[in-house]
Every structure is written in structure tokens, then in C-alpha cells.
């Protein structure tokens, strides 16, 4: 826990122990059979680490498996959603059944969900809720104690997105920007109860990815699809996120021209804060 005095935005101790090697720890991956899920799951076996692979799709999943095989290392594979916490809890018990020890988790499981705000339906909203934030909510109730378990290093990841910092004007995605501005949130709090623990928390925050995420929405845009297929391979996310977890990075940001929107958003927050003594007093804005 981060003592209170301190500013819980600072960075932390860079004495918190890091994970620097994958070569025979174990991981469990949550939307494993396509994109960057199935990325992390090339490049942690090829790393050496064995594998608890889960997703919604069966068939993904036994594609995933043979494509691994080859690998040598231990794989496990179990249909999951994520949004169940029931299921979450039994998929837990089985990895570390049938693995032991689990060093990293990483919470990938995620939809789409395109729409102006108020044409989305109930069901839309329970949906990407229960998927993009509970899930992670149920990876941190139920796989994280796997990692308090046997006191070596380890990782907590969960896929959040650029759209957790920043809202695109461009495309109606209000309601999934909504779903990793909570996954940012989540994670940053976790951060600080795990400090000292020797588990080490990210939040990978990655720009537009080839993957399925677009195609498989049935609200995507055509707009959005054309930017996702244009954006980073899985792989180079992959990559990315294993090296971030050895620097002991918490944000993880794929190569992106995020950059100035950022820093437009940050400085309309601050002058919002500069501007509100005098609003407070009924002064004239300056």
C-alpha cells in the first residue's frame, strides 16, 4: 500500500520486484484464441513459459492449441466467459490444478461496442460492462490470489486501449471508451494495494490492432473496421508488453499518434483547474 502522505501518482519504488525472465513460469491468457491474446501466447511459448489459454470460442481455442503444440511447452485450454464470475473461479482452480504455480495473468477477454450513447440498448451496455470491465473484475478476484500464492515475482496485465484515456470524436464509441477508461482506473488502484507485494500490475494500452474485435461487432463502423485493419500487428503488441512487464513499466502504449490528443485532453483539465478558484468565487473568467 502506498503510504498515505504520499502522492498516489508518483511513481513507484523502481526496488519492486520484476519479472525479467518467461523461460518455465506460467501464465494465464483471457481471450487467447485470436489477436493479441493468441499474439501473447506465440511469444510467451517461444519464451519458454507454459500456457493457460481461455476464450469464448471453442474452435479458436483448439486451433490455438495445435498451432502451440510444437512448442513443447505445458498448454491448457478452457472455454471461458469472462463475465461470469462462477466461471472465472472454476477456470482458476483448474489452471492451477492442472499448472501450479501461475506468474502472470493476463486479462485480454474484450468486445467492441459502437453507438451514439442513447441508441444502445440495455443489453449492449450489460454486455460490454460484463465482458471489457467485468472480467477484469473477476480476474482480479479470482486468478490474482493464484499469484499471492507461491511469493515468486509476478504479473498482472489487463487490455485496456488508448480509448481509456481519450474519447474518438470520429466514431460513435462512447460506451467501450467507457469500458477501459474503467479498465485504466481498475488497474491504477490495483497498482497501489499490490505495492510491496512483489506482484507487479500494467495496463496495456494499445492503439488500433489487427485483430477481430471489429469484425465480429455488429455496430462496429465501416470507418472503424478500415482503422483497425490498418493498425499494429498483435505480434509487435506482444512484444511490446512482455519487454514493458521486464522494464517494470505500468502504462503500455503501442507506437500511436495519440500523443497531442492527450495533450489537448490534459491541458483543458488543468485549465479547468486553474479556472476554478475564480469560478468558485463568481469571478468573471479570465
Known amino acids: 500500500m502506498i503510504h498515505p502522505d504520499i502522492d498516489s501518482y508518483e511513481s513507484l519504488p523502481d526496488a519492486r520486484p520484476r519479472l525479467q525472465d518467461f523461460q518455465g513460469k506460467t501464465a494465464i491468457i483471457t481471450g487467447a484464441a485470436s489477436g493479441i491474446g493468441l499474439a501473447l501466447a506465440d511469444t510467451l511459448a517461444a519464451r519458454g513459459a507454459d500456457l493457460a489459454l481461455a476464450d469464448i470460442d471453442a474452435h479458436g481455442l483448439d486451433a490455438a492449441r495445435e498451432r502451440l503444440a510444437s512448442t513443447g511447452r505445458r498448454i491448457c485450454t478452457r472455454v471461458l466467459d469472462v463475465s461470469s464470475d462462477a466461471d472465472v473461479r472454476d477456470a482458476a482452480a483448474e489452471f492451477a490444478a492442472k499448472l501450479g504455480r501461475i506468474h502472470l495473468v493476463f486479462n485480454n477477454a474484450g468486445i467492441d461496442m459502437s453507438g451514439e450513447l442513447a441508441s444502445l440498448s440495455e443489453q449492449d451496455w450489460t454486455r460490454a460492462f460484463g465482458i471489457n470491465v467485468f472480467g477484469v473484475i473477476h480476474g482480479i478476484r479470482h486468478f490474482l490470489p493464484l499469484l499471492r500464492r507461491h511469493g515468486e515475482p509476478a504479473h498482472f496485465v489487463a487490455t485496456a486501449s488508448g480509448a481509456g484515456f481519450w474519447v474518438n470524436g470520429n466514431f460513435p464509441m462512447g460506451a467501450y471508451a467507457a469500458t477501459k477508461y474503467s479498465v485504466v482506473a481498475l488497474c491504477e488502484a490495483l497498482e497501489q494495494e499490490l505495492d510491496g507485494t512483489g506482484i507487479g500490475v500494467s495496463v496495456l494500452c494499445p492503439g488500433p ?3 477481430l474485435i471489429a469484425a465480429r461487432s455488429s455496430h462496429a463502423s465501416e470507418s472503424f473496421k478500415a482503422s483497425i485493419a490498418a493498425g499494429t500487428a498483435p505480434e509487435l503488441v506482444a512484444s511490446q508488453a ?16 495519440m500523443r497531442p490528443r492527450l495533450e489537448a485532453r490534459f491541458a483543458r483539465i488543468l485549465g479547468a483547474l486553474e479556472r476554478a478558484p475564480a469560478i468558485a468565487t463568481g469571478a468573471p473568467p479570465a
Do not use: D, H, S
Not at 242 to 257: H, M, N, V
Open 209 to 211: 490492432v489487427k485483430t
Open 242 to 257: 512482455l519487454e514493458a512487464i521486464r522494464a517494470g513499466e505500468f502504462y503500455i502504449f503501442t507506437p500511436t499518434r
